[in-house]
């Protein structure tokens, strides 16, 4: 079964559904939950500097709330809050899971279409195709 889990979160209510389902994959198995969430930051101009309409303040809590919740509920679970460059959020939960070894990625969709999520980038849809395990789309 699924013993380690990476579900990764934004700040939509689909978020939400996502760390649901990844805490009854970890009750079924006693199994831990890494809670990822990655704040996107664009480079604005020459100056290469980057920024992001989120605070870390902001980033932090969330993932400290749903950390807390999940532990509350028995399950051991980690925090895991940091940058990354617009556009490749996909490969870093990728990469996350990689590093902790996750058997599964929980991620939510927005509900965009194949084509809208081609067009738009959809991070759920490239998650699919860049893992190397089971990724578990909520909806």
């Known amino acids: 079964m699924y013993e380690k889990i990476l ?20 009750s079924l198995s006693h199994g831990e939950v890494w809670v990822v969430h990655l704040r996107e930051r664009e480079a604005m101009g020459k100056t290469g500097l980057l920024t992001s309409t989120e605070s870390s303040d902001e980033a932090a809590n969330a993932v400290t709330a749903a950390v807390a919740d999940l532990t509350q509920a028995g399950i ?6 940091r940058d990354t460059v617009f556009g490749y959020a996909a490969r870093e ?14 991620m939510g969709s927005r509900g965009r279409g194949d084509l809208a ?3 738009l980038g959809s991070t759920a849809h ?14």
Do not use: M, Q, T, Y
């Open 7 to 26: 579900v990764a979160v934004d700040h939509s209510e689909i978020s939400g559904r996502a760390l649901v389902a990844a805490s009854e994959l970890a």
């Open 76 to 81: 051991k679970a980690h925090a895991v809050v």
């Open 93 to 106: 939960i990728v990469s996350d899971a990689v590093g902790v070894g996750a058997d599964v990625i929980v």
């Open 117 to 119: 999520g081609l067009v």
């Open 126 to 139: 490239k998650v699919i195709h860049l893992a190397d395990r089971p990724v578990l789309v909520v909806r």
